[in-house]
């Protein structure tokens, strides 16, 4: 079956990037009806959607975030990363990777149904 | 964005219990509605999405009701493992937003 796996540092020196991947196995990131998120967590907090990806390469991302993000799909491979950029204390969180299904259009979602194990990334001097 | 509200915050139940937990959008969002399980250190799990139907795998003491912008999650009779975070997600209009969670704890 699909499972999905983070990579990344685990600490970031604020003002700089956060560079994170999810690497697709068990199936290939252009078959079916997916799309590819990233939702993170902060310590002792609830979940935040940060932003998807589609096949054809298209992102929406969290208005909140969005003039910091920025995510690509690697079709050949099999990977999808997240960028984001000139970070603080605040983004300090456990960053989870995931597929979302959907069918039709407009589409319509079935939700996260697999999702990596999560990594943990400080932001800290 | 949609915020979404969840109640109670947490609760403490007995083995055996009948749950249910709320959670309510600002506005219409038809079904498109997730329910997700989180065990501390893990990853969400997706139990209920459409609102009501049941993922794959999932128990069938968990079920889940509602439309528009109120929906429920039911445990029908609380087992150990169901000690969790619980949190609805609404997938109806970009930005997807979670509710703030529901804790199940142990009385």
């Known amino acids: 079956q699909v499972q999905l796996q983070e990579s990344g540092p685990g600490l970031v020196k604020p003002s700089e990037t956060l560079s994170l991947t999810c690497t697709v196995s068990?199936?290939?990131?252009?078959?079916?009806?997916?799309?590819w998120g990233w939702i993170r967590q902060p310590p002792g907090k609830g979940l935040e959607w940060i932003g998807n990806?589609?096949?054809?390469?298209?992102?929406y991302y969290n208005p909140s975030l969005k003039s910091r993000v920025t995510m690509f799909v690697d079709t050949y491979r099999n990977q999808f990363s997240l960028k984001l950029t000139s970070v603080t204390a605040a983004d300090t969180a456990v960053y989870y990777c995931?597929?979302?299904?959907?069918?039709?259009?407009?589409?319509?979602?079935?939700?996260?149904?697999?999702w990596g194990l999560g990594t943990t990334v400080g932001v800290s001097s | 964005a949609i915020p979404l509200t969840q109640s109670p915050s947490s609760l403490s139940a007995f083995v055996g219990d009948r749950v249910t937990i709320t959670c309510r959008a600002s506005?219409?969002?038809?079904?498109?509605l997730a329910w997700y399980q989180q065990t501390p250190g893990k990853a969400p799990k997706l139990l209920i999405y459409?609102?009501?139907s049941l993922e794959s795998g999932v128990p069938s003491r968990f079920s889940g009701s509602g439309s528009r912008a109120d929906f429920s999650l039911t445990i029908s009779s609380l087992q150990p493992e169901d000690f969790a975070t619980y949190y609805c997600?609404?997938?109806?209009?970009?930005?997807?937003?979670f509710g703030p969670g529901t804790k199940v704890e142990i009385k």
């Open positions: 995931a597929r979302l299904g959907y069918r039709g259009w407009p589409y319509d979602y079935y939700g996260f149904d697999v």
């Open positions: 068990g199936g290939s990131i252009r078959s079916g009806n997916y799309s």
């Open positions: 990806i589609y096949q054809s390469g298209t992102p």
């Open positions: 506005r219409d969002i038809d079904t498109a």
């Open positions: 459409h609102a009501s």
């Open positions: 997600q609404q997938l109806s209009t970009f930005p997807f937003t």
